[in-house]
């Protein structure tokens, strides 16, 4: 048998599997069909797709289920002629009730109305109707349909006009489906919510103006979790790396010498050249001097300059000599000489409070002489691996635990007044001597002269003067690169460490702190605290190291010089990209120049950054300037800002 629908004449049951009705007279009503017992080659089978439902004519026969109508006639014009059912024109009757001329051809069919109950729900063991396979699915599987929605409330199926199916909220019993897309979509639905919640955040918004006056609003959708902006470091990347490797190989090719060079990008390596080869560093060594001063010595410590004598002050007067004990303060200085300073702005303290100290103490007169006591370090002046001409141009002081003016000859009779005819003495001498006249000016008469010597261990204390913090120190240190103070930290440094204020102990000390705190020390090499010794090596990566160890607002980063503006690079970088975006500590001698600092992009990106040259480049430091001022071509274009999650709207 053909599972198709039979078109020839025959019995014709209901759609709901009652019996069919034939009409009786002129009058329309019908009366019950009685079962035939033969049937015709071919049959229908009924089935509801929901359900499963699924009955042939034959089978309904055999069992006694079914009835069928006696044949129809094939001429409307016929007297007693069935009223049948039309599927285009709804409550159609017959032609004759019509009155309508009769005419050959097939008679129009009534359309069965259906009434379904609203309330009534089919339930998983049974069906309301068995419905007829659509026409375009006979011979061949039909795809599989799912729930549609109701509205909530309602029960069942409901029938429009139309005769479809409305969609709206509650599931529904299985509806008929019309054809293969459909299905189809409806299968994939649930694979496609599954991606969309993956790939979604649920949002819990701050209530809106409209949701306070009582209107509901959807959320604005946020970035989905899967986006790349979730990432926008990374997406950055993709395009800035290669890009800026392209900036900065071309120009580091042409540079005479060796170099290294490191930059990161919020702890992300975004160019590397050599970073791991020891190179000289210069003053960029001071960065681990300042570093471990401040985790040894301490931020908060305060460098003492003693006053003591033999015995206590008599009415204001010392019998015998004051005793000046140094506690390594590299920063007093003079009126005069301040005046002398290459950074007018540079930090320094008044050597007048020191005398004001003891005159605080009450003390008027001093029947001794001044003696100067530098004991608290080695009495070595200069270190053997520097050149001669550093004492000469006064690229460093005479190194000693009391010093005032860096050491400098020409201000002891005259404090307060410039000279430019200066040079390196003996510091400690100088000192006395400068105090001696200082004191004279506070109305403090000192009897006999100045020299240099050791205080009794009995001695007492008769005033001190209390240095500026060693994170201050730190700072001055950093900003101008001051070499003396960089070498008095490292010998104080020993001390604290090991009581012995040499430069060697103090090396020794500055090396296994850095190790302590897990910095790559395996390829440093240290011969002083300042970097001036040519024989000193560091790597870009020890180097870099130190600044991402001190980030921004610590007092590392904040000691560091401006481009353009402050400290050591106040006379460089000046008019360039990196003006006022580049803080770094320099580092400069005859053949070595070096960076390291922070660079702030115009692109939003807060770089660090290590870069040392070791060679006879006759640019000098311009090309750690040039070096810099490459660094703002980083993720040119896009802001960082406009690639991250784009935050809900309000």
């Known amino acids: 048998m053909g599972r198709g629908d039979s078109r020839r004449g025959g019995g014709h049951e209901s759609r709901s599997g009652r019996l069919a009705w034939r009409p009786s007279g002129d009058s329309g009503r019908a009366a019950p069909a009685e079962m035939e017992s033969e049937q015709p080659d071919r049959s229908r089978r009924w089935r509801n797709q929901g359900h499963g439902c699924r009955r042939t004519r034959r089978s309904r026969v055999a069992s006694g289920g079914g009835r069928r109508h006696p044949p129809r006639s094939r001429n409307p014009i016929q007297s007693g002629a069935p009223r049948t059912r039309g599927s285009f024109l709804p409550g159609v009757r017959s032609r004759q009730d019509h009155g309508i001329p009769r005419s050959s051809g097939r008679a129009l069919r009534r359309p069965r109305r259906r009434t379904v109950d609203p309330t009534r729900q089919a339930g998983p063991g049974r069906h309301r109707t068995c419905r007829r396979r659509p026409l375009e699915c006979r011979g061949r599987r039909c795809p599989l349909e799912r729930p549609l929605l109701l509205p909530v409330g309602r029960s069942g199926r409901s029938i429009t006009r139309s005769g479809a199916p409305e969609r709206t909220m509650a599931l529904a019993t299985r509806p008929t489906a019309g054809d293969r897309t459909v299905g189809m979509s409806i299968r994939f639905g649930g694979i496609l919510a599954v991606v969309a919640l993956l790939a979604t955040t649920v949002i819990v918004a701050a209530p809106s103006r409209a949701e306070e006056s009582g209107f509901a609003t959807a959320a604005a959708p946020e970035t989905p979790l899967l986006s790349a902006r979730r990432f926008p470091t990374s997406l950055q990347a993709a395009s800035a790396d290669p890009a800026f490797a392209g900036i900065l190989d071309p120009y580091l090719a042409k540079v005479t010498g060796t170099t290294c060079a490191l930059v990161m990008d919020a702890g992300r390596i975004v160019y590397a050249r050599d970073e791991g080869d020891s190179l000289a560093p210069a003053s960029v060594q001071k960065l681990l001097t300042a570093a471990v001063a401040l985790e040894v010595l301490g931020p908060t410590t305060r460098l003492a300059t003693i006053m003591a004598a033999e015995k206590e002050a008599d009415n204001g007067v010392i019998e015998g000599d004051l005793f000046l004990v140094g506690g390594g303060d590299p920063l007093l200085t003079t009126a005069g000489y301040r005046t002398s300073l290459e950074n007018p702005a540079q930090f320094s303290e008044d050597f007048t409070a020191v005398a004001d100290a003891l005159a605080a103490a009450g003390v008027k007169k001093v029947n001794g002489g001044i003696v100067g006591d530098d004991s608290r370090y080695e009495d070595t002046r200069w270190l053997p691996g520097w050149p001669t001409r550093y004492q000469i141009g006064g690229t460093v002081g005479p190194l000693s635990a009391l010093i005032v003016n860096d050491g400098q000859t020409g201000f002891t009779q005259s404090p307060n007044v410039a000279n430019p005819n200066r040079k390196a003495g003996d510091p400690t001498l100088l000192f006395a001597e400068t105090f001696k006249t200082v004191l004279a000016s506070k109305g403090i008469d000192v009897a006999g002269p100045s020299r240099t010597g050791t205080a009794p261990e009995d001695s007492v204390r008769i005033a001190t003067f209390e240095s500026v913090t060693v994170a201050e120190i730190v700072d001055e240190m950093l900003s101008d690169s001051d070499n003396t103070t960089a070498e008095l930290l490292t010998r104080e440094i020993g001390f604290v460490s090991s009581g012995e204020g040499t430069t060697s102990a103090g090396l020794a000390a500055i090396v296994d702190t850095a190790s302590r705190l897990g910095l790559p020390v395996d390829n440093l090499k240290m011969a002083d605290g300042s970097g001036l010794d040519t024989e000193n090596r560091m790597s870009c990566t020890l180097a870099l190291a130190l600044i991402t160890a001190s ?61 040392i040259h070791n060679g006879s480049d006759s640019r000098g430091p311009v090309v750690a300037d040039g070096f810099a001022d490459r660094l703002m071509g980083f993720a040119a274009g896009a802001k960082l800002s406009t690639l991250g999650p784009i935050s809900p709207s309000k």
């Open 551 to 611: 980030p921004k607002g610590s007092t590392i980063a904040e000691s560091l010089p401006l481009a353009g503006k402050t400290g050591t690079l106040r006379k460089r970088m000046l008019a360039a990209a990196s003006t006022g975006r580049v803080r770094a500590k320099t580092g400069t001698l005859n053949t070595a120049n070096a960076l390291a600092g922070f660079a702030d992009t115009p692109s939003g990106n807060q770089l660090t950054f290590a870069f």
